[in-house]
C-alpha cells in the first residue's frame, strides 16, 4: 500500500509539473561583454509507470540519479553550444575559428580544452523533473591557444610626431563604416599599414580585456572602466578589411606620447560598433 501511495504521489508531480520548456538550449555571442553564453534544459526520463529510467539502458533509476542525469545532459548541451557559436566567430580580417580548426587539428584539442578549463557552469533545478545549467565562456580566453604569436614589437615609428598629450585610451566611432568585432582586430592608418594590432599589444592584458573593448554608444564607451580619465575620442575614416582606419591627424595626437603608447599595449582601444554586429555570430 505505501508504494502504491508513492507511486501515486509520483505520477500526480508529474501530471503537474510544467512539460514546456524542459527541453532545449539557446546561445548568444556578445561582444560588448566579450561573453559567449548558453543556457540549456534537460528533464528526466520515465517509464510508462512513472518510473526514473536511464536514457541510454532505459533500466529503473532512483530520483535523484535521474535528476544528476538530466543535470549533466542540460550542462553537456551549453557545451556543445558553445563550440558551436565559437566555431562561427571571426578571429581576424582572413579568418574565423572553423578556418583555423580545419587547418589545424592541434587547434581543436587545444580550445576544446580551453573551453572546458575556462567555461563557468551554473546549474540549478527548474522543477520537480527539469534541471537547468547556465554557461558563460570569455571569448578574450581563448586567445592563447590561437596559433598566433604576440611579440610585443614596437609601434611604428614616425619622425614627424610632435611631442603629444597623454591619452588613457583610444576610442574609435566605427558605427558608419563595415568594422566587424573580432577576437584579433587591427587598427590602419590611411596609406594601409597596420599601427595596432595583436603584434603590438602585451598578451595578458589581451587575455583578460580583449585586444579591444566593444561599445553601442559614445556614452558607454566613455563610461567604460577601460576608457580612463582622459581617452581620446575620434571618427573612424572607412573600414580596411573590417578594421577601422585613422586619419593622419588622429594618429598623430595618438602616437606623439609615449605613456599614450604605453596604455595601448594594456589594450585600452575601444571601437564603437553598431548593436546588430555586437550581437551578431558570422554563419
Known sequence: MRAFRMLLSFTLLLAISPLWGTTGSTVSVDWISQKITSTARAAMEFSDQGIPIDPESGSAISIN???????????????????????????????????LIREDDELQRKLYRMIHEKTIHREHPVDFRTSACRAELNIPAIIPALPFQYPQEAFPERIDMPLGTYYSSVIID??????????????????????????????????????VTFANSVKEAMNNPRAGEHPYYTVALKSLKGNPVLAEKDVKKIFGNNSTLAELRKCRVIFIIKKSSAEHVER
Do not use: C, F, Q
Not at 592608418?189 to 594590432?197: Q, R
Open 65 to 99: 540519479r535521474g535528476r544528476i542525469n538530466a543535470s549533466r545532459e542540460a550542462r553537456e548541451k551549453t557545451v556543445e553550444d558553445i563550440v558551436s557559436a565559437l566555431k562561427r566567430v571571426r578571429v581576424d580580417e582572413e579568418h574565423r575559428i572553423d578556418d
Open 174 to 211: 566605427a558605427r558608419r563604416t563595415g568594422v566587424r568585432p573580432m577576437v584579433l582586430p587591427s587598427l590602419y592608418n590611411e596609406d594601409g599599414l597596420e599601427i595596432y594590432g595583436r603584434n603590438y599589444v602585451d598578451i595578458r592584458y589581451a587575455v583578460r580585456y580583449g585586444l
